[in-house]
């Protein structure tokens, strides 16, 4: 989880890092000035901000600088800002007086219009200008902090606008203007706030404290104080505060905030649950196997956040677009104010009025938030049904997959391998065989090594762990049984090792002391989803389906052909993958390689997006993986490319909505079609317009 509250460096105890919550941080401008607030101070190393998830993000020189003092500086652009673990002051009275301030403004508008109706024109125009004071007074007050950092900020603009106005008797105009400002900025803020509750609803996921039972006694703990090892009760209904091992009782838990799995997984004593699971029928005593801030989901918030920050080349494109439109339109504007008066002889006041105008334009804050919170509402939705995508950049790779690959076992297949037939050809009986066989795969992680241990158990037939056991990846095993070699694995290890196999023969072998003893025949099934989800791929735009793995040419064929492969590549080292997922992606486009995450490293390594099956209870996975499925729920893949082909749409539509607005009001504030109030509703209207469409990437399923 993201650090709440200043940490001592590992290497230097007089640096430190902190993350804060800012209120009032709604825009890129903001953000620069809160940089250029912050950076001049004495001890600050770097500054990094979150735009929508208004958090700021700092490390800094604890002998030089303290976190007090960085509030204070913050304080000054007419923004707050608290440490993430702190609750923050009171703000209602600030809230209060701002509405009071706008309703007075409105009041002040009302009697001016009337006064003017009976025409009071003097006594009119002194009202509204005290009705534009009212309303702006926050937004002068934002906007000297912003010209104090060398800024220009939506209130900067709006208030050189307004006093341009005054000045040129534009009495109405400059007060409704402040009006409707105060009013549009409320609206922003609250359509903002719906894209920042999907962020902060994960953090909700974990109750704050957890029942410790403890010599006896039961009594409530905050999970800061829970140490490993700890034994915690969790009663029906609850949701688990930390990860752990059942040590007694039974029931079923429904993982589905973690894992977007719907149903319902039983657990029984040696079983792990995890924090922000929620218990059902029976209450649950666990062992604490990782700290508040190591659980799972704790590291899966950490990397939703983490992704909030990595930066799609859209939206990098975006922001470096806006970097140069803002000083362009500035630019244009001062031509405006200039040009027709001077060279023309044009009315002054007509063209300064147009001017005016077109620094409401300028601000390009509809354009800068088009494009992020259309990530963050599609991270969160994947989050939310058990999809994690490690950021932006991977989120656009995904809308752009025209192949994709499938590990075989444990990925097209559930993993779940039966022993179907023991063969021998030699004089040892087919249990021993099996008996060689189950004490070097004992020690093995693989799906056939835990299949043919777990198969000697059911059998009762004694397993004993191998001595000098070796793992050979993409090969087999092999270890020292009763003082003898003993190697179990597939055709080409044996090649390699010059042992003989019989012709047409499938399946592991298994030789003793150098001497071919005999061949375990295993079965694996297709996942009940596979075949549907290859469909669903192909509705998706997808051309090519391929299943690659290290199985036998014949297995691999027959998995390809069930679920509906183009192809099928068999018999595969973990380099042999590599290589050709590089040559799949120059032949077809953007790769996708699905796989565990462990064995398949390499090959998740070469695609452009790597994608891991059943993260949940893998930290390699979680860690290794550009994109994680959750659950073992292979239909969640399609679906996590439809959100990111429609977050894709969605950006290109909000930026299409932003540019639009912004070159239909150039043109008619440069033609005198627009007034500035037109233009104040046009720009937040904007914002209003393109957070509302990306929120609705919260419902896709």
């Not at 700092?58 to 609750?87: I, N, P």
């Not at 902060?200 to 006896?216: I, M």
């Not at 044009?346 to 804050?365: G, H, M």
């Not at 090594?449 to 037939?461: P, V």
Request: neutral net charge; charged residues 20%.
């Amino acid at each position: 989880m993201a650090v709440a509250e200043p940490v001592a460096c590992p290497t230097c105890e007089l640096h430190a890092e902190a993350v804060f919550r800012v209120e009032g941080m709604d825009c890129s401008e903001e953000v620069v000035i809160l940089e250029r607030r912050l950076k001049p101070l004495e001890g600050l190393e770097s500054v990094s901000a979150d735009l929508l998830g208004q958090r700021l993000h700092v490390k800094y020189d604890a002998a030089k600088l303290t976190t007090s003092v960085m509030v204070d500086a913050v304080g000054q652009t007419g923004m707050r800002m608290w440490l993430e673990h702190e609750e923050p002051a009171a703000s209602g009275a600030d809230v209060r007086r701002r509405w009071r301030l706008v309703l007075a403004s409105g009041g002040a508008i009302g009697a001016g219009l009337a006064l003017s109706a009976a025409g009071q024109a003097a006594a009119s125009a002194v009202l509204l200008t005290l009705a534009a004071a009212i309303g702006g007074v926050f937004p002068a007050r934002r906007a000297v902090a912003a010209v104090r950092s060398r800024t220009l900020d939506i209130n900067t603009l709006m208030v050189i606008a307004v006093a341009g106005a005054l000045v040129l008797g534009e009495f109405l105009e400059a007060a409704t203007v402040v009006f409707l400002f105060a009013i549009a900025q409320w609206l922003e803020v609250r359509t903002l706030e719906r894209a920042r509750q999907a962020i902060h609803a994960l953090l909700d996921l974990s109750p704050r404290d957890a029942l410790v039972r403890h010599g006896g006694h039961e009594h409530r703990v905050p999970l800061e104080e829970i140490g490993l090892g700890d034994e915690i009760i969790v009663r029906p209904g609850d949701k688990v505060p930390l990860d752990g091992r059942v040590v007694q009782g039974a029931g079923d838990v429904n993982e589905a905030p973690l894992t977007g799995e719907s149903r319902p997984v039983d657990k029984r004593p040696g079983d792990e649950v995890y924090a922000g699971t929620i218990n059902g029928r029976g209450a649950l005593v666990l062992r604490i196997t990782r700290l508040a801030r190591d659980t799972r989901l704790a590291r899966i918030i950490h990397l939703v956040e983490t992704a909030q920050a990595s930066r799609a080349p859209v939206q990098s494109f975006v922001d470096r677009f806006a970097r140069i439109y803002t000083p362009a339109v500035l630019a244009l504007a001062l031509a405006v104010a200039l040009v027709p008066p001077l060279a023309l002889g044009a009315d002054a006041a007509t063209w300064i009025y147009r001017a005016l105008v077109l620094l409401v334009i300028s601000c390009p804050c509809a354009l800068v938030i088009s494009t992020p919170v259309s990530i963050v509402s599609a991270l969160s939705a994947a989050a939310r049904n058990g999809v994690l995508v490690k950021g932006g950049a991977f989120l656009e790779r995904l809308g752009a997959v025209r192949i994709v690959a499938f590990d075989k076992t444990g990925t097209l297949t559930r993993g779940d391998l039966r022993v179907v037939d023991v063969v021998t050809t030699d004089a040892l009986p087919a249990a021993e065989v099996l008996h060689y066989a189950a004490a070097v795969e004992s020690q093995s992680e693989h799906p056939v090594g835990r299949a043919i241990a777990e198969h000697a158990r059911a059998s009762a037939i004694p397993v004993h762990p191998a001595a000098r056991f070796t793992a050979l990846p993409g090969l087999g095993a092999e270890g020292e049984v009763r003082g003898q070699t003993v190697l179990v694995g597939n055709e080409r290890l044996f090649a390699e090792r010059g042992i003989a196999v019989p012709d047409g023969k499938a399946g592991v072998f298994v030789a003793i002391g150098g001497r071919l003893a005999g061949s375990i025949a295993l079965a694996d099934r297709p996942r009940e989803t596979a075949r549907e989800a290859v469909e669903l791929l192909r509705a998706q735009g997808v051309r090519r389906i391929v299943v690659v793995t290290g199985d036998r040419d014949d297995a691999a064929r027959a998995i390809a052909a069930e679920v509906g492969a183009d192809e099928h590549r068999a018999g595969l080292l973990p380099a042999e993958k590599h290589t050709l997922v590089g040559s799949l992606r120059e032949q077809y486009g953007t790769l996708l390689m699905v796989g565990d995450g462990i064995n398949d490293a390499p090959a998740l390594a070469a695609a452009d997006v790597g994608v891991a099956m059943g993260a949940a209870g893998s930290d390699v996975a979680l860690e290794t993986a550009d994109v994680a499925l959750m659950s073992d729920e292979l239909l969640r893949l399609p679906y996590a490319i439809r959100l990111a082909r429609a977050t894709l749409r969605n950006v290109r539509t909000n930026v299409a909505i932003s540019l639009a607005l912004k070159a239909a009001f150039l043109v008619m504030a440069i033609a005198g079609s627009a007034t500035l109030w037109m233009a104040v509703l046009a720009d937040t209207g904007a914002s209003v317009i393109v957070v509302g469409n990306a929120l609705r990437l919260l419902r896709t399923r």
